[in-house]
C-alpha cells in the first residue's frame, strides 16, 4: 500500500461523510481514523473567567486556524510517539485532513463492556499514561476519560488538538491535565481513589506537586463549593457544576 493509495481511500471516505470531522473507514482490510482540519480557541467569557479566577483549569486555548490546528496536532503525535508515547500513529497528512492508525476502543467503552484485560482494569492506566506524558516534558491539553483509547492490552492518549499561549507554564498545563483527568471521572461518577491516583500520578510523572496543587485548589474554591450547595440552587445546577462540587469535596481529603 502506497501513500497515494491510502490517500485517495482517505478521500473517497470523506465525500461519503462530509459532515463528520473524526471518523474511521476501512482500507486493505485495515481500520484508520480520519480527522479533519477544525478551529480551536475559547471564548471572551473563558478568557474573562480565566484572568478573574487565575485558575489553571480555566487556562484559555490558543486560537488556531484549522490548517494551523492540523498541523499542531499531527506534529505533536509524530513527536510523542519518536519518544515512546502511546498514541497513534500518523501515516498521512494533507492541507484538509490527516490519517492515523486505529487504537480501538473508547476506554469508558472497554471499561464498561469488560474487555479490558486483568492488568489494564481500573483506572490506573490512565493516571501512568497522563503521567508517562507529563515525564516525557509534555502536556495533552484535552485529559478526559473520553480521549484514552484501549487496544490489545496497551491504553493510549488521542485528541491533542489544544494548544496554549507560550507564556502558560508546563506546570500550570501538566496541572491542568491531571485535574481535567480527575473532573471527567467525577462528572460520569466512576468509583475512583482519589487520593491513590494522584499518588500514582506522582510517582510516574516525577510531579511531587500533585497532592499539594489538587489541595489548594480545593481550599481556593472553598467558598464556591458552598454556594454549589445551597438547596435551592442545587436543584438548578448542570452536570458538569455537580461534579465540581463532588471533586472539591474529594480534594479536600488528600
Given at each position: 500500500?502506497?501513500?497515494?493509495?491510502?490517500?485517495?481511500?482517505?478521500?473517497?471516505?470523506?465525500?461519503?461523510?462530509?459532515?463528520?470531522?473524526?471518523?474511521?473507514?476501512?482500507?486493505?482490510?485495515?481500520?484508520?481514523?480520519?480527522?479533519?482540519?477544525?478551529?480551536?480557541?475559547?471564548?471572551?467569557?473563558?478568557?474573562?473567567?480565566?484572568?478573574?479566577?487565575?485558575?489553571?483549569?480555566?487556562?484559555?486555548?490558543?486560537?488556531?486556524?484549522?490548517?494551523?490546528?492540523?498541523?499542531?496536532?499531527?506534529r505533536?503525535?509524530r513527536?510523542?510517539?519518536?519518544?515512546?508515547?502511546?498514541?497513534?500513529?500518523?501515516?498521512?497528512?494533507?492541507?484538509?485532513?490527516?490519517?492515523?492508525?486505529?487504537?480501538?476502543r473508547?476506554?469508558?467503552?472497554?471499561l464498561?463492556?469488560?474487555?479490558l484485560?486483568?492488568?489494564?482494569?481500573?483506572?490506573?492506566?490512565l493516571?501512568?499514561?497522563?503521567?508517562?506524558?507529563?515525564?516525557?516534558?509534555?502536556?495533552?491539553?484535552?485529559s478526559?476519560?473520553?480521549?484514552?483509547?484501549?487496544?490489545?492490552?496497551?491504553?493510549?492518549?488521542?485528541?491533542?488538538?489544544?494548544?496554549?499561549?507560550?507564556?502558560?507554564?508546563?506546570?500550570?498545563?501538566?496541572?491542568?491535565?491531571?485535574?481535567?483527568?480527575?473532573?471527567?471521572?467525577?462528572?460520569?461518577?466512576?468509583?475512583?481513589?482519589?487520593?491513590?491516583?494522584?499518588?500514582?500520578?506522582?510517582?510516574?510523572?516525577?510531579?511531587?506537586?500533585?497532592?499539594e496543587?489538587?489541595?489548594?485548589?480545593?481550599?481556593?474554591?472553598?467558598?464556591?463549593?458552598?454556594?454549589?450547595?445551597?438547596?435551592?440552587?442545587?436543584?438548578?445546577?448542570?452536570?458538569?457544576?455537580?461534579?465540581?462540587?463532588?471533586?472539591?469535596?474529594?480534594?479536600?481529603?488528600?
Amino acid at each position: 500500500m502506497t501513500s497515494t493509495d491510502l490517500e485517495q481511500a482517505a478521500r473517497e471516505a470523506a465525500q461519503t461523510r462530509p459532515n463528520k470531522e473524526v471518523f474511521a473507514f476501512e482500507h486493505g482490510g485495515k481500520r484508520y481514523w480520519l480527522k479533519r482540519a477544525r478551529r480551536t480557541g475559547s471564548n471572551l467569557l473563558h478568557h474573562a473567567a480565566w484572568r478573574l479566577s487565575g485558575l489553571a483549569l480555566l487556562t484559555p486555548v490558543k486560537h488556531q486556524s484549522p490548517q494551523a490546528a492540523l498541523l499542531h496536532e499531527s506534529r505533536k503525535l509524530r513527536r510523542l510517539r519518536e519518544k515512546g508515547i502511546n498514541v497513534p500513529e500518523v501515516f498521512l497528512v494533507t492541507d484538509d485532513f490527516f490519517v492515523m492508525e486505529d487504537t480501538g476502543r473508547g476506554f469508558p467503552s472497554a471499561l464498561r463492556e469488560g474487555l479490558l484485560e486483568e492488568s489494564s482494569r481500573g483506572y490506573a492506566p490512565l493516571f501512568r499514561q497522563l503521567g508517562h506524558l507529563h515525564r516525557s516534558g509534555e502536556y495533552h491539553g484535552g485529559s478526559q476519560i473520553r480521549n484514552f483509547t484501549y487496544r490489545k492490552g496497551r491504553v493510549y492518549l488521542i485528541d491533542f488538538e489544544e494548544n496554549f499561549a507560550e507564556e502558560i507554564s508546563l506546570e500550570t498545563l501538566q496541572f491542568r491535565d491531571l485535574f481535567l483527568l480527575l473532573f471527567s471521572l467525577a462528572k460520569d461518577r466512576h468509583p475512583v481513589n482519589y487520593a491513590a491516583m494522584a499518588d500514582l500520578y506522582a510517582e510516574t510523572s516525577g510531579n511531587d506537586w500533585a497532592r499539594e496543587h489538587l489541595r489548594r485548589f480545593a481550599e481556593k474554591t472553598a467558598p464556591l463549593e458552598k454556594v454549589i450547595a445551597f438547596p435551592p440552587l442545587w436543584k438548578l445546577l448542570d452536570k458538569d457544576t455537580k461534579a465540581t462540587y463532588r471533586l472539591i469535596g474529594e480534594l479536600k481529603k488528600l
